[in-house]
């Protein structure tokens, strides 16, 4: 018996030989297309998301077909491989239908372009900025570099909100003063305030500041102004602090809750 195995063995060893050859080529090309694909791709006008989804797809053909071109090389029958294939598909679409929907819901991503590479946008509550987008995941980095991996058929079938698609957003901030102050001149401040810095602009609207409502502790001032995207958390914060500055220096109180406690003596 050992004899007969060894002249199998002997009778084997060339594919083995020439089915690890096909490997290790196979291998090596692969790597070379998909690094000659992302050199094309980046230097075109196809956004990264979109590319980098085509990449990923075309990666995972590849190694099949290189799977099959060693299981023939080892002389497994082509009629079992097909078989084999089509078994295996089919136990794997039913026992992968989610990761399924994700190859699905990446082409539609990609088709419908909700967002792109570089963009800050909220999907299913998380919010970060589009880093890639692989078959089965979209990759978000939030703001303290935190990744977070969302299935890609989550997020075709979820609401989508880019913050930064478009060129302009609008800044909207709530004031709270006292209802001993005199709110017109709250209201200049916050113009004065508002007209000093060089990220807030007056068009396609000019700042807009009213009296937006009559709380039970304070009176509220609405604020709302144009900035471009790129800019709109620096304008945020400016504003902010130095409208505290401002009141201050006007004298207009910012109200706060306060708990009087009477003490009875009896």
Same mark, same amino acid.
């Given at each position: 018996?050992?004899?007969?195995?060894?002249?199998?063995?002997?009778?084997?060893?060339?594919?083995?030989?020439?089915?690890?050859?096909?490997?290790?080529?196979?291998?090596?090309?692969?790597?070379?297309?998909?690094?000659?694909?992302?050199?094309?791709?980046?230097?075109?006008?196809?956004?990264?998301?979109?590319?980098?989804?085509?990449?990923?797809?075309?990666?995972?053909?590849?190694?099949?077909?290189?799977?099959?071109?060693?299981?023939?090389?080892?002389?497994?029958?082509?009629? *079992?491989? &097909?078989? @084999?294939?089509? %078994?295996?598909?089919?136990?794997?679409? =039913?026992? $992968?239908?989610?990761?399924? #929907?994700?190859?699905?819901?990446?082409?539609?991503?990609?088709?419908?372009?909700?967002?792109?590479?570089?963009?800050?946008?909220?999907?299913?509550?998380?919010?970060?900025?589009?880093?890639?987008?692989?078959?089965?995941?979209?990759?978000?980095?939030?703001?303290?570099?935190?990744?977070?991996?969302?299935?890609?058929?989550?997020?075709? *079938?979820? &609401?989508? @909100?880019?913050? %930064?698609?478009?060129?302009?957003?609008? =800044?909207? $901030?709530?004031?709270?003063? #006292?209802?001993?102050?005199?709110?017109?001149?709250?209201?200049?401040?916050?113009?004065?305030?508002?007209?000093?810095?060089?990220?807030?602009?007056?068009?396609?609207?000019?700042?807009?500041?009213?009296?937006?409502?009559?709380?039970?502790?304070?009176?509220?001032?609405?604020?709302?102004?144009?900035?471009?995207?790129?800019?709109?958390?620096?304008?945020?914060?400016?504003?902010?602090?130095?409208?505290?500055?401002?009141?201050?220096?006007?004298?207009?109180?910012?109200?706060?809750?306060?708990?009087?406690?009477?003490?009875?003596?009896?």
């Amino acid at each position: 018996m050992l004899d007969r195995f060894q002249e199998r063995l002997a009778d084997y060893a060339p594919n083995l030989f020439y089915a690890l050859i096909i490997f290790i080529v196979g291998y090596i090309v692969i790597r070379l297309i998909v690094k000659f694909l992302k050199t094309v791709f980046s230097r075109s006008h196809i956004e990264e998301t979109g590319w980098s989804f085509l990449v990923s797809l075309i990666r995972a053909v590849l190694y099949v077909i290189l799977a099959v071109m060693i299981l023939s090389q080892l002389q497994v029958p082509m009629s *079992s491989i &097909i078989a @084999t294939l089509g %078994t295996a598909g089919l136990a794997i679409g =039913l026992a $992968l239908k989610e990761s399924l #929907s994700n190859v699905a819901g990446g082409f539609i991503i990609m088709f419908t372009r909700p967002f792109k590479s570089g963009d800050y946008v909220e999907i299913k509550g998380s919010q970060g900025i589009v880093s890639r987008i692989t078959i089965l995941y979209t990759k978000l980095l939030t703001m303290d570099n935190k990744c977070i991996m969302i299935p890609n058929g989550t997020v075709a *079938s979820s &609401i989508i @909100t880019n913050y %930064t698609q478009e060129e302009l957003r609008r =800044l909207e $901030l709530t004031f709270n003063i #006292s209802y001993a102050d005199d709110f017109r001149a709250a209201e200049e401040a916050i113009a004065n305030v508002v007209a000093a810095n060089s990220f807030a602009l007056d068009k396609p609207d000019a700042p807009f500041i009213r009296v937006c409502e009559h709380s039970a502790n304070s009176v509220k001032l609405l604020l709302r102004v144009w900035v471009k995207s790129e800019n709109y958390w620096e304008l945020r914060y400016a504003l902010l602090a130095d409208v505290k500055d401002a009141f201050d220096r006007e004298n207009i109180e910012i109200p706060y809750n306060q708990l009087d406690v009477h003490l009875d003596k009896n």
